[in-house]
């Protein structure tokens, strides 16, 4: 990566990174210079929950069950800490559908039941458009009509495609 392309994406002054090239942090500096700036990019946003709430919250964002698939796919098999679909499920300022969809893929990825604050059934599916009652009986425990199609989900992991 190119002293541009640090300052671009770390919102930091150019002569601050001439400053660390050249003094004590010159082994952050030759860090950053050895990373790829997509790479950098993906290590910086896996940090960020936007594009996970923006799976979550897919009624305001996807048309398509097939790119939702696609962008839920890639972060599910991108080995991000699962932790964080559990923090979200506990989120209370985010809708009750939300967090029914977060607790549901805390529980997929990880083997592990997690509890919801309410008792309501939200009733919706994992992706909005689709109302298909499939009998995916952990989506059901968490209230969802259907979960993940594994058949697709299995397709991805091995070929990086559908």
Do not use: C
């Not at 050895?34 to 936007?50: F, G, P, V």
């Amino acid at each position: 990566m190119n002293q541009q392309q640090m300052h671009k994406l770390l919102d930091v002054p150019e002569r601050t990174l001439r400053d660390w090239k050249a003094g004590n942090r010159d082994k952050l500096y030759k860090l950053l210079e050895i990373l790829d700036y997509e790479t950098a990019q993906q290590l910086l946003n896996m940090n960020n929950n936007s594009d996970l709430k923006k799976l979550l919250e897919n009624e305001k964002y996807y048309n398509s069950l097939r790119e939702f698939e696609k962008d839920l796919y890639t972060i599910l098999v991108s080995g991000r800490d699962s932790r964080v679909w559990l923090e979200l499920s506990r989120d209370t300022s985010l809708s009750k559908e939300v967090r029914a969809r977060a607790a549901y893929l805390y529980s997929f990825v990880t083997n592990k039941m997690t509890q919801l604050s309410f008792k309501s059934k939200v009733n919706v599916g994992l992706y909005h458009g689709n109302h298909n009652d499939t009998g995916n009986g952990l989506a059901r425990l968490y209230g969802l009509k259907n979960g993940l199609d594994m058949a697709r989900f299995n397709q991805f992991k091995m070929t990086g495609r559908f």
